[in-house]
């Protein structure tokens, strides 16, 4: 089975981070066993730089206002939904349910 990805990268305040001292995962296809990819898991110097961006930005989250908030969630819900069948792929890839059930049920 082809890899969907090689390796991936922690993704924070906008950019991918690497960091290879995390152990490595691997990524595992359910319904057949097959190795998908492999990523480090986070180290904690990793986990504070998430935090410490996640706090940053919910100040400006917390500044903008409802309507704002509102029109952002809106087109956040719209580019999910142009991309559900990719992410029923990627849903099937993660669970081994059937692309069938995902493109409904988890939509």
């Avoid at 066993?33 to 919910?58: C, F």
């Amino acid at each position: 089975m082809t890899f969907i990805q090689p390796a991936a990268s922690h993704f924070i305040n906008g950019r991918y981070v690497d960091d290879t001292n995390g152990p490595v995962l691997e990524l595992i296809y359910p319904a057949n066993g097959q190795p998908l990819g492999q990523l480090h898991a986070a180290t904690p110097a990793i986990v504070e730089e998430a935090l410490a961006s996640a706090k940053q930005a919910q100040k400006a989250w917390a500044a903008t206002s409802g309507t704002q908030r509102g029109r952002i969630l809106r087109r956040a819900a719209d580019m999910i939904r142009a991309q559900n069948h990719a992410l029923s792929v990627l849903e099937t890839y993660d669970t081994g349910k059937p692309l069938s059930e995902t493109l409904c049920a988890d939509a």
